[in-house]
């Protein structure tokens, strides 16, 4: 079993920023790739990022089209912690963030490869 709690939403102006973190427990960390889903007021739950095992000091990144170059995903394994730097946030961003975590360290985009997820942290940013 691995345990996952995010942290780091809150309400924050367009243009601003916001770190989530995504804290595991339970099972080593390092060898499970991590992704980031959003689900906003009346649509289904999405993609925002996905980070894979770290591999030579290197962790590969993935990102949909609509956040890439204003998020960032990253992760520290001492820690067990994954986290998504939001910078640049706009209202279409509003949505409960969680992070979910798939066995193999190999990134996925899709949702149904991940078994742990935790319990989502709100985001809202307003105009």
């Known amino acids: 079993q691995v345990q996952l709690v995010e942290s780091g939403g809150g309400l924050v102006q367009a243009g601003g920023s916001l770190r989530l973190s995504c804290a595991a427990s339970?099972?080593?960390?390092?060898?499970?790739?991590m992704g980031w889903f959003r689900q906003a007021p009346g649509k289904e739950r999405e993609f925002v990022a996905t980070?894979?095992?770290?591999?030579?000091?290197?962790?590969?990144?993935y990102y949909t089209d609509s956040v890439k170059g204003r998020f960032t995903a990253s992760r520290d394994d001492a820690k067990s912690t994954v986290y998504l730097q939001m910078n640049s946030l706009k209202p279409e961003d509003t949505a409960v963030y969680y992070c979910?975590?798939?066995?193999?360290?190999?990134?996925?985009?899709?949702?149904?490869?991940?078994?742990?997820w935790g319990q989502g942290t709100q985001v809202t940013v307003s105009s």
């Open positions: 979910a975590a798939r066995n193999g360290g190999t990134y996925s985009r899709d949702q149904r490869e991940y078994y742990y």
């Open positions: 339970g099972r080593t960390f390092s060898p499970y790739a």
């Open positions: 980070i894979g095992r770290t591999s030579w000091s290197t962790s590969p990144t």
